[in-house]
């Protein structure tokens, strides 16, 4: 077994934050674009965002279940990474961009076809609905571009590279910003404006990876054309993470399915609470990028001793900046509703839901951070089990919201205790007792 000073803790908080603070960046990507749609479009009217709502919903959902092309890649690379066989490790990496290609385009063509039985299944108001189909079926046609940028990023972080990610995600936020603007605004295309501008920022970013991990490829002399073994080896790693995010999504959607049911009003009041909670997810979700990368390198280079370590510090971490998260949603919480709506009504519903929220954060953190270490140990397995069994508790608390059908602050505050309160706890019950053993130490990558 390979020897180092694992217990260096300067060392290691360097390691940290040498991949946590640029991973942060690129993680808010995805949620900022949505904050930047749900603001635009926010403006537009709350019909209009509500459409978003469920749109948005399902949108994140396909791209969701496919978010095991970024969590299979990054222990698979960072394993071969540090066992120093780094032609394997951009050569594994490449064929997930294969297989995220592949994917992404049925996904685009059956989902467009798909998008007014799925948005009819919320059973929303007709003018709701309309927008709805309006902003998906455009967005349908980026979902390509969203898996290849969620398989490129994965090849990048194990790779120990999380600058290159946060670049091109800044390019990429800044092109969805101004583009969306002119689309809504400027031409006055309204919801449908959204939905092309960031369609277009995607596949510019798609143009930046392609370029990079090219040279990438040059450099290591790693095999660029698809790899049927390797394309299958990625499809069936990512089988168990794809069940890991299927519940996550059963989760989100009964969640989104039960606000809908409370009112249009408590519809777009959860918009706006889930979009707060999806940007603060992603920053804390830094900590687990940057625990899968080390960890998985850790792994290759056969060195226990500090995967225990990454663990303990990664933890730690989790707690305080869940802390520091929490308390600043916690602060705005009384204007978060009006920036994104101007509507001074709707923001005194989201509000109490905010602080719920707020409340939540710590333990959100650390949960992230655990999911991160076992996804980094290819413990996927486990996590597809533990998915299942975290509905438990969760399914029959939402369904005291659903039949007690509080209206206005009081339901949205309940639909946040339920999902931010008892399916977190839940997740981190599960997540911890297996942390507690030894055997997900010995999990492997069949890759």
């Not at 919903?57 to 970024?70: K, S």
């Not at 299979?72 to 594994?92: I, L, M, Q």
């Not at 709701?128 to 349908?140: E, K």
């Not at 996927?380 to 039949?403: K, Q």
């Amino acid at each position: 077994m390979h020897s180092r000073p694992a217990g260096a803790p300067s060392s290691l908080n360097r390691d940290i934050l040498r991949l946590a603070v640029p991973a942060l960046g690129a993680l808010m990507a995805e949620p900022l674009f949505l904050i930047v749609d749900s603001a635009l479009v926010g403006h537009l009217g709350t019909v209009p965002l509500a459409a978003l709502g469920i749109a948005s919903a399902i949108l994140q959902t396909i791209v969701g279940l496919m978010v095991f092309l970024a969590y299979s890649t990054t222990p698979a690379v960072a394993r071969r990474f540090g066992a120093g066989d780094a032609r394997s490790a951009v050569s594994v990496g490449i064929d997930g961009l294969w297989l995220a290609l592949g994917l992404g385009a049925l996904l685009a063509l059956a989902g467009s076809l798909a998008t007014p039985p799925l948005v009819s299944l919320f059973g929303a108001s007709e003018q709701v609905a309309a927008d709805a189909v309006t902003y998906l079926q455009i967005s349908m046609w980026g979902l390509p571009a969203m898996l290849i940028v969620f398989a490129a990023t994965g090849l990048l972080r194990g790779m120990q590279d999380t600058v290159t990610p946060l670049w091109i995600a800044a390019a990429g936020f800044g092109a969805n910003a101004a583009l969306n603007a002119l689309f809504i605004y400027g031409l006055g295309w309204g919801i449908a404006g959204s939905a092309v501008g960031t369609v277009l920022a995607q596949w510019g970013m798609v143009v930046a990876y392609v370029g990079v991990i090219g040279r990438l490829a040059r450099r290591h002399s790693a095999q660029v054309r698809p790899s049927a073994r390797g394309v299958r080896g990625s499809a069936r790693t990512g089988g168990w993470l794809f069940l890991r995010t299927v519940s996550l999504r059963i989760a989100l959607l009964t969640t989104v399915a039960v606000a809908t049911g409370l009112g249009t009003e408590e519809l777009a009041g959860w918009q706006v609470a889930y979009t707060i909670f999806s940007a603060a997810a992603f920053a804390l979700d830094a900590l687990a990028i940057a625990a899968q990368a080390l960890i998985g390198k850790s792994l290759g280079e056969e060195d226990h001793a500090r995967v225990r370590k990454v663990l303990q510090r990664t933890s730690a971490w989790g707690l305080w900046f869940g802390i520091v998260v929490g308390a600043g949603v916690a602060a705005a919480s009384g204007v978060i509703g009006i920036l994104f709506t101007g509507d001074s009504e709707l923001a005194a519903i989201v509000q109490p839901a905010l602080l719920v929220l707020a409340v939540a954060q710590p333990l959100c953190g650390i949960v992230f951070v655990w999911d991160g270490v076992l996804i980094g140990a290819g413990d996927a397995r486990y996590l597809a089990i533990a998915g299942a069994l975290n509905l438990v508790p969760f399914l029959p608390a939402l369904a005291l919201v659903a039949v007690f059908h509080p209206g206005g602050a009081a339901g949205l505050a309940w639909l946040a205790v339920a999902f931010f309160g008892v399916y977190m706890l839940a997740r981190a019950a599960t997540l911890g007792w297996r942390l507690r053993g030894h055997a997900w130490l010995g999990s492997t990558l069949n890759v």
